[in-house]
């Protein structure tokens, strides 16, 4: 199957008047796997749609009497890492013991329910809470208040491979974000990352 999969995907670039990749990892891998001239190839990078996402007044209230307030957006399936920031926020809190952050947890997808019961196996009732998805208001209430930013997607050639977009939409807030390092992750979010060993939940919640 693999190998089939080889086989289109060459007749594919080899038949392509022009490729669009969506980074340059999928570039090279054109150039190389593809064979693809490079001058046949455009990157096309997403990015955040400012007609919805714009800077609010901050709400303080939004922190819900913590000093800090901690979110993440996106997708939650079983390859986007949202189990190892609650292991991680498990080590913020026994290990490092630190009680003084809400940590908010915007989005849906088929891995929710599970990570709800994660969330109660960690006893994580009350430092963290699942909105599931949110409108377009509240997404920018919440990013327009909060203190940091996370992006937990844990390694793996597919998520190095990847642009993963909650990263621009942090940065449109301004917002300061902690992401193991991965090769995509650190092109997006350069300086404004603090980027630690990949998969490794406390050094994770140390950052």
């Known amino acids: 199957l693999y190998s089939l999969l080889l086989l289109l995907e060459r007749a594919t670039y080899r038949t392509a008047d022009l490729v669009i990749e969506v980074n340059e990892s999928h570039a090279r891998i054109a150039r190389t796997r593809g064979r693809v001239r490079p001058e046949r190839i455009r990157v096309v990078r997403s990015g955040p749609d400012f007609e919805r996402l714009r800077l609010l007044p901050e709400e303080p ?7 800090y307030l ?14 190892y920031l609650l292991r991680a926020i498990r080590h913020y809190r026994n290990a490092l013991w630190r ?3 809400r ?16 969330k109660e196996k960690l006893q994580l009732d009350g430092a963290v809470e699942f909105t599931g998805r949110v409108s377009d208001h509240d997404l920018c209430r919440y990013l327009s208040t909060a203190d940091l930013c996370v992006d937990p997607d844990p390694w793996s050639e597919w998520a190095d491979k990847s642009t993963m977009n909650k990263i621009m939409e942090y940065m449109a807030f301004g917002k300061p ?13 350069g300086r404004a990352a603090r980027f630690v060993r990949p998969n490794d939940e406390a050094e994770f919640a140390k950052a």
């Not at 209230?61 to 000093?67: D, I, Q």
């Not at 940590?103 to 709800?116: C, D, N, S």
Request: proline share 4%; net charge negative; aromatic share 6%.
């Open 61 to 67: 209230e939004l922190r819900a009497g913590k000093k």
């Open 70 to 83: 901690v979110c993440y957006l996106g997708e939650m399936c079983p390859q986007d890492g949202v189990d």
């Open 99 to 101: 009680d003084d952050a």
């Open 103 to 118: 940590f908010v947890l915007m989005g849906g997808g088929p891995a929710l329910e599970e990570l709800k019961s994660l």
């Open 177 to 189: 974000i902690v992401a193991f390092d991965l090769t995509e992750a650190r092109v997006s979010a």
